[in-house]
């Protein structure tokens, strides 16, 4: 099964960019959908975006124009480039693998927007 580390949250100001990226073990990064979710205090985890092994991607309506997933298989990594942040986007960001095998999730990464 894949394993997964994230990287890249921190503290930004409103308007504000960062980018997250999610390091994934095993041989199978390649044939994974691989996605972004986030979960905010006392809030259900939702999907932020998501990309499949041939590269299409989806994204939630709240982040669309704002945010993009993208992968290299090369290095076995998938990233999300956030740009004019929102308070509203403040949690924590996992990543999720998804492929014929099951599910993996990362550990999560803390994102705040704050002023």
């Known amino acids: 099964q894949v394993q997964l580390v994230e990287s890249g949250g921190g503290l930004v100001q409103p308007g504000g960019s960062l980018g997250l990226a999610c390091a994934a073990s095993?041989?199978?990064?390649?044939?994974?959908?691989m996605g972004w979710y986030r979960q905010a205090p006392e809030k259900q985890r939702e999907l932020v975006a998501a990309?499949?092994?041939?590269?299409?991607?989806n994204y939630a309506d709240s982040v669309k124009g704002r945010f993009t997933i993208s992968r290299d298989n090369a290095k076995n990594t998938v990233y999300l480039q956030m740009n004019n942040l929102k308070p509203e986007d403040t949690a924590v960001y996992y990543c999720?693998?998804?492929?014929?095998?099951?599910?993996?999730w990362g550990q999560g990464t803390q994102v705040t927007v704050s002023s």
């Open positions: 990309i499949t092994s041939g590269g299409s991607t």
């Open positions: 999720n693998a998804q492929n014929g095998f099951g599910g993996s």
């Open positions: 095993g041989n199978i990064f390649r044939f994974s959908t």
